[in-house]
């Protein structure tokens, strides 16, 4: 679906009664803004009189990894740790599928207690972005696993939806909190966490709208429904493209339909979810600068171009959370170096490049 401009009327929606204490349960990964959306809700609920105790484990996330944190609200003041203990989850808010399945993450989750509001959103890892042999495992185990540990459960495509409707998908996880707010499961009135969003100060009106649509898709799907379908566009074959990917593949010059299309078309969208989308383009216009110079040697030839998209893509997207990821990262470089200088050689007797 094309993303437009959701300016407009605000949706009616009810308050809903919350309840004054709860543990909050965020899962994601690095780099898309849960350390964020964690302090704007201890935020809201300071602002309110409550009692707020955090703790944030992001280990080695920096990009793509696990992120964790963990938000303990109470009316009186509490000794207790700010990690949720076995059990102790009331709301679970599940901002990517794999990381919210990991059965250490569901420890904190009771079929009797937890309200689990989680995004089916399929962002690759960085084994998918590296080995496209490597795909994402099937939704629905992971579902039923979620489903096992918590006595009520909504899913729903944040990043789509948010990229639909607001044309980025980092509104994902404000767009789960107001589905969160609106099913009773998190314990902040709906006007301290839209003041904590204001005051935090960053893209503040895109993403009180996020907030807001959550909200609606809950509060009233049919609504919900027909405000995506009058803002969708023709469906189009094949894998969904998103405006920003569009922009990027647009200054390609590979061949319609050719192969070095097909994984430009494959990885770049992989890049744009991976990192951003200034990190995908730098991507392409080495792909592209390549791919010229072959041209103007070998006429037609696309080998060189799809051997160094492969190396300039493993180079690209090395997780930051690996261990000794700079070592690994060197290596590549070799190995791309190596490569590289055979290639460049075999372009010289043009012969040997056709065969």
Do not use: W
């Not at 009797?112 to 185990?141: C, K, L, Q």
């Not at 898709?217 to 609504?223: K, L, N």
């Not at 009058?230 to 200054?251: D, E, T, W």
């Amino acid at each position: 679906m094309t993303p437009r401009n959701t300016t407009g009327p605000r949706p009616s929606l009810q308050d809903r009664h919350v309840r004054e204490e709860g543990t909050i349960h965020l899962t994601d990964i690095g780099g898309s803004g849960v350390v964020t959306l964690a302090q704007i809700l201890g935020t809201a609920a300071s602002l309110v009189g409550l009692h707020v105790r955090t703790l944030d484990q992001t280990g080695l996330a920096q990009k793509g990894g696990a992120v964790v944190s963990d938000i303990k609200i109470t009316t009186k003041p509490t000794g207790q740790a700010g990690k949720a203990a076995l059990e102790e989850c009331d709301l679970y808010l599940g901002c990517d599928l794999l990381v919210t399945a990991e059965p250490g993450n569901l420890s904190g989750s009771a079929p009797a207690r937890t309200v689990a509001v989680v995004s089916t959103s399929e962002v690759p890892t960085g084994a998918m972005v590296i080995d496209p042999n490597v795909s994402f495992p099937p939704s629905e185990p992971l579902k039923e696993r979620i489903r096992a540990g918590a006595r009520d459960t909504v899913f729903l495509d944040a990043r789509g939806l948010a990229d639909d409707l607001l044309g980025e998908d980092q509104f994902a996880d404000l767009v789960l909190t107001g589905a969160a707010y609106q099913t009773g499961g998190l314990p902040i009135p709906a006007h301290a966490t839209e003041e904590a969003i204001t005051l935090n100060g960053v893209k503040a009106e895109a993403n009180l709208k996020a907030f807001r649509l959550g909200r609606q898709a809950v509060a009233d799907p049919e609504a919900f429904a027909a405000l995506l379908h009058g803002r969708s566009a023709p469906a189009r074959p094949g894998r969904r493209l998103s405006a920003a990917a569009h922009r990027v593949l647009a200054s390609s010059g590979a061949a319609p339909g050719s192969e070095l299309a097909r994984l430009l078309e494959v990885r770049v969208p992989d890049l744009i979810a991976y990192q951003d989308v200034a990190h995908a383009t730098r991507y392409l216009r080495f792909v592209e600068r390549v791919r010229r110079i072959e041209d103007e040697r070998v006429a037609g030839s696309t080998a060189l171009a799809e051997d160094v998209h492969a190396l300039v893509l493993e180079i690209a997207s090395l997780p930051d959370m690996v261990r000794g990821y700079e070592e690994t990262k060197m290596a590549s470089v070799a190995r791309y170096r190596a490569r590289s200088e055979e290639l460049v050689d075999r372009l010289h007797t043009p012969d040997r490049a056709r065969d």
